[in-house]
């Protein structure tokens, strides 16, 4: 029986029998998706009809064995820091998840807050808080999934998607937050953004993303672990 990856928990509330047995589902097929917090994931999963707990790459690993593992297409969606964060952010206002202390408090406040003083390489924190990068990465820096896509450039990378997973599904967003004032990207202080700048560090490198002043998207070719990674398992 698959136990569930260290911090993965149901997207929506049902019982650990029923979350089991669709995640088993999923594992069934050639491809499996690793859904990173607040990118794009429950989009993704319902497009392609599959569910998919979160959990590192290195947790699914642990869980199912590495030649499975090799076995599978695995792909993944990063996101650009900046605005993966004021998504958190929006996310933890709309359901509740906001410490007592930080509610009602400044996008600013909540950043200093939630980042501060925190090591990114401290997988013992909240997972949701993770940069991309241990998501798909190994403790040496080799990936562990054959594909990562920008969520920026998804419409774009639809066709990949389905041709690395041989479907046809088609693509609708859903569970996007909706920016408000007080929690755009344009609404972090540039002392808000040092701060995200030196915690996801790696994710800024690994998949092109600019700091503010700088392009949003670097091109593809600065982006070492965008793209195809690893050789595509051909179907039998």
């Given at each position: ?97 906001l410490n007592p202390d930080m509610r ?110 700088e392009p949003r998207l670097k091109p ?17």
């Amino acid at each position: 029986m698959l136990t569930h990856p260290v911090h993965a928990a149901p997207k929506y509330r049902m019982s650990k029998e029923l979350s089991e047995k669709l995640t088993l589902a999923s594992l069934q097929r050639p491809y499996f998706f690793v859904h990173i917090p607040k990118c794009g994931g429950t989009s993704v999963g319902d497009a392609l009809g599959g569910f998919y707990l979160h959990g590192t790459a290195a947790q699914w690993v642990a869980q199912v064995g590495a030649q499975f593992w090799a076995d599978l297409n695995t792909f993944a969606l990063v996101r650009h820091p900046y605005e993966r964060v004021c998504s958190l952010f929006r996310y933890s206002e709309a359901i509740g998840e906001l410490n007592p202390d930080m509610r009602g408090a400044s996008i600013d406040d909540w950043v200093l807050n939630t980042f501060a003083g925190q090591n990114p390489s401290d997988l013992e924190l909240f997972h949701t808080f993770h940069p991309c990068s241990p998501w798909v990465l190994d403790g040496e820096g080799n990936p562990m999934v054959k594909l990562v896509c920008r969520l920026e450039e998804i419409d774009q990378d639809w066709q990949t998607i389905q041709d690395f997973t041989e479907t046809d599904a088609s693509l609708t967003v859903k569970n996007k937050t909706i920016p408000s004032g007080g929690t755009r990207v344009e609404d972090l202080s540039d002392r808000s953004c040092a701060l995200l700048d030196w915690y996801f560090a790696e994710d800024f490198k690994n998949f092109g993303y600019g700091r503010r002043g700088e392009p949003r998207l670097k091109p593809r070719e600065e982006a070492p672990f965008v793209g195809r990674l690893l050789p595509r398992t051909r179907s039998h």
